[in-house]
């Protein structure tokens, strides 16, 4: 015979007793891991933003400029120019967004708020980026200078300049609308109230409580 167990004493391998799982840690290395994620988005699409500012180089119209050797003037009317200017820039940022929200959304589907910070500042460096480097590679900034170098009566470019600096946020506005978009349509959803979470009801035979 063996002796009643006291109430001190608890049977071996018991799982009622045994300690909670830790999930705090998985937590803190999946929020890390989203971080670290986040940031790549950022500066993956930053650096697009060379791309974007070398085509912009490419195709915006240019503004040009003829001296006669007192003074600056335009060679043509200079609305268009300039307002063409910044329209091929929101245009090719419009298309930068759209391409890198969905990418974004395509590598990682599952999102989550970091992701879409990443990508939300990326677009907005990228644009700047571009914008900087567009002023950098184009025409001369010393406008001065550079009539007088090229002489009386030579027609030059003018330095390319986006006068619109609300077109910087078109990059990240359209990313950040296409991507949540997509993660609407698309995206993985919670499991409705009463689902478990392969989205099954409870209690109809399949992983639900047993039936009274």
């Known amino acids: 015979m063996t002796a009643p167990l006291t109430p001190h004493e608890e049977p071996p391998g018991d799982p009622s007793h045994s300690p909670p799982p830790r999930q705090g840690a998985d937590g803190e290395r999946t929020g890390a891991a989203k971080v670290r994620q986040a940031a790549l988005v950022t500066v993956l699409v930053a650096l697009s933003g060379a ?3 070398a085509l912009w180089l490419w195709l915006a119209p240019h503004v040009l400029l003829v001296s006669d050797g007192k003074a600056v003037y335009f060679k043509n009317s200079e609305g268009e120019e300039a307002i063409g200017a910044d329209g091929v820039f929101v245009l090719l940022a419009l298309g930068f967004g759209v391409l890198s929200g969905a990418l974004v959304f395509l590598v990682r589907r599952s999102g989550g708020i970091p992701i879409v910070v990443g990508l939300a500042l990326g677009g907005l460096l990228g644009a700047v980026l571009a914008w900087r ?4 590679f184009g025409p001369a900034g010393d406008v001065a200078q550079h009539a007088r170098r090229v002489g009386k ?7 390319l300049q986006l006068r619109a600096k609300g077109a910087l946020l078109v990059w990240p506005v359209a990313a950040l609308a296409v991507h949540l978009g997509l993660t609407a349509l698309f995206g993985p959803r919670d499991p409705e ?3 478990n979470a392969m989205g099954v009801p409870f209690g109809n035979g399949h992983g ?3 039936r009274g």
Do not use: R, S
């Open 153 to 159: 009566g030579v027609v030059f470019d003018a330095p």
């Open 51 to 53: 791309v974007l500012g």
């Open 193 to 195: 109230p009463g689902e």
């Open 208 to 210: 639900g409580p047993p």
């Open 133 to 136: 480097l567009g002023g950098w």
